[in-house]
Structure formats: structure tokens, C-alpha cells
């Protein structure tokens, strides 16, 4: 391996001087030309002169010189972690994670800004003082009739999935209505009602697969954080509030990624609030995407304590098999949403066991030269501090990334055009 400093051994996130010029299809004078003009990021690569490209500047420049192919390839290039496809007032991606409407969220998450304010800026623009005023718990549906469609031990994403579609169903008035003349569909006072009661129903129905009775106690808790931890069995006290809430903001939004992509979809075709939701959670629910939360549990069990973390490591690389949790193409330096909550859950729990399993598999990949943690990785570590039941991971990243949806549903449907790409026929 190419001898970098410590901080930059993360090989899937840069190419060779070769690698870069065959990509592009340009001379290796063309490669220097754009790396002094600043187009191209590099770093030494440790022997003589030679230097290492950032793959993701290539792969932008690349897109960039398709565009002369025509419209089409530029399109499907895009679709591929490509150059945008959309224009949003919501998301940017800085170098230090996601930025809501002007303000950092990992900034805001130490500061710890109640996850509902952090909901509010999104959906509005206006970051309240305070977590707004939230009405009782009320359902139009019992959890107990919604837990006896569930199988005993349903995992908190599964449980969400059954349970959105049905409390839409219960909600006549759920139809956002014709648009106006121009396509556009303002968010309305009771749409933005809709989207707070959702998401509380969201914290508290997390652990219906698993004790309904929860259910009940946690609709009457103060907040989604103390929601969360009712509703899966753990104690809520303010330490725990506290490390939930921020894994709550953090994960609210992340521009246009698979789930808030497939959410914008429904919402450009009218769909309702469940429906969107419903969108989101089934895109999350893939393994390449929140589901990956429970292939990093799996690996935590695998490793069962801190002692065995390195060798959990190497017998995957060994069988050739991936390590979840590490790596985000839009952090080649590292996920700063990450850090975050792992920072915050090692304050929590410094004892717990299964953390201390969670940070040695950290350390056996940063010693092993592979790319630093992404956000499932943090996720997992609050819910190992907490003591959290298998698949807690990704209820907090559902919960959170529901605030995301919404206003990116509002945001799609006061855009007012459907979204609806073509494909390319590649058939006889």
C-alpha cells in the first residue's frame, strides 16, 4: 500500500496519478493541469513525486466531461453519486457534515438543540428556542390491535413499516388536495400538524414488535428522545435523553440520498404524509442504507468483547467479506457525524462492555488502514452505551431521518412538478 500519513490511509477513497488519467480518458499533462488549477485534490504519495487523486473529484469531473456526450449519459451519470439532479433550500454537505438551512447540525446536536427544534428549522426555516409545545399522545388506532398484526419480536424498522400505512388509514383528512395553477402545493398550518404528530407516533411505536404496553407509556412521554427509550425499555434519564436526542439531529437530514430520494418521488405525485414516509422507510430498510445499522450490530455480536475486535477484523477481511460501519463517499477524510456520536456515547457509558467492543472495532480498522467510521457505526455505539435491544440503531436513524422526509416532501411539493426520469432501452 501506497505509504500515506495516518490520517489519509484510506485507499478506497483516492487514486493513482494512472488510475486518474484513465479515468478521465486525458493525458497525464491534462491530470497536472487540473490538479494546479485546484479541480483536483492530491496528496503525496509517498514515493518521489508521485501523488494520489481524490476518486471523488474525479468521478465530478468526469460527469462534467460526459455532459458533451448529450443529456442522457449526463442524467445516469448523476444518478451514480454523480453532480446534482435537484434544487434544494434544505441540505448542504459541508466538511463537516450536514449543514440544515445555514446551521450544522453536528453543531447544533452538541449543542444540543431539542431534536423537534431542529424539525422546525427544517420544515420552516426558523430554528424555534425550544422544543415546541407538543399536544397528549393520541392515536387513532391502539397499538394493542397494531401490535397483534406483528409478529412477536418484530425489529423496530419492520414495526414502523406496518404501522405508517395504518395510521394513515385512519386519518381521513390525510389528502393534501389539488394543486394550484401552476402545480404547486403550499404546506399548510395542518399538514405541518400532521408531520409533528407523525413523528411522535414514530418515537413511541418503535418497540410495538416487541411490548406494546411501551407503546402506551411512551405516547404520554415529553419529547422523542424520552419517547425512544420508553417505548424499547430503557431507562430515560437525562444523560440518555441527551446522547438520543443528538443522534436524533444528526441523523435528521442528508441532502438527497436513496430514501429522501424515493420520498421526494411520492411526494411529486401528490402522495399523502404516510405515504412519503412509507417511501422513506422502505428505501431505509436496505442494507445498503439504514439497514446497514444491523449488519454493524452483527458485527459487534460477532465480535462479542473488546479482546476479540481485531481478530473479528481479519477473519472478514480473510473471507473476503465487507466491514460495515466504515467509509462515506462524501467524507473521504471522515464522517463528522460519526465522531459525534461516538464521542457522546464514550462520555455516556466509558464501562459498558458492548461499547468498548464497538470502539476496539474502530481502532482494528483504523489500524488495519481502512476508512474511518460512517454514521451507522455512531448510531450503534449510542444504543451499545444505552444498552438499547438489537436493531435500536435504526429506530433512532428512522425516527430522525423522518424530520428529513417531511420537508423534504413539502419542499418537493411546493416545487410542483412531478419527478419522473426516462430510461434508456438497452432490450432486443
Known sequence: MVDLPDSEQ????????????????????TLYAYASRGVLRGVPGGRGR???????????LKARHDARAGHGPVAAEALRW?????????????????????????????????????????????????APAARPGRLSVRPAKLAALLPEGTPPLAALAL????????????HVGAPSGDGRIPTSDAERARARALVRSLAALVGLGRDPARATAALEAEGAARRLLVALGASPSK?????????????????????????RVAASTGADLYACVSAGLAALSGPRHGGATDRVEALVAEAARPERAAAAVHERLRRGEPIPGFGHRLYPEGDPRAQAL??????????????????????ALRDAGHDPPSLDMGLVAITAALGLPSGSAAALFAVGRAAGWIAH?????????????????TGP
Not at 484510506?10 to 487514486?15: F, G, L
Not at 404501522?163 to 390525510?174: I, M, N, Q, S, T
Open 342 to 363: 461516538l464521542d457522546t456515547a464514550r462520555a455516556l457509558a466509558p464501562q459498558s462492555a458492548a461499547l468498548r467492543t464497538v470502539l476496539a472495532l474502530v481502532d
Open 239 to 263: 444523560k440518555a435523553e441527551r446522547a438520543v436526542n443528538r443522534a436524533l439531529s444528526i441523523s435528521a437530514d442528508h441532502e438527497l440520498n436513496a430514501s429522501t430520494f424515493a420520498v
Open 50 to 60: 508521485a501523488r494520489l487523486y481524490l476518486r471523488a473529484d474525479i468521478e465530478r
Open 10 to 29: 484510506r485507499p478506497s477513497a483516492y487514486v493513482t496519478g494512472a488510475e486518474a488519467a484513465e479515468l478521465l480518458g486525458v493525458k497525464r499533462e
Open 409 to 425: 416532501a413539502f419542499e418537493q411539493r411546493e416545487a410542483g412538478y412531478m419527478l419522473r426520469p426516462r430510461a434508456r432501452y
Open 163 to 174: 404501522v405508517v400505512p395504518a395510521l394513515g388509514a385512519h386519518d381521513p383528512a390525510r
Open 82 to 130: 454523480g453532480e446534482p439532479v435537484l434544487e434544494s433550500a434544505l441540505t448542504a454537505i459541508g466538511p463537516r457534515g450536514p449543514v440544515y438551512r445555514g446551521k450544522e447540525a453536528v453543531a447544533l446536536a452538541l449543542e444540543d438543540a431539542p431534536f423537534e427544534a431542529v424539525a422546525e428549522l427544517l420544515w420552516t426555516g426558523e430554528l424555534p428556542g425550544g
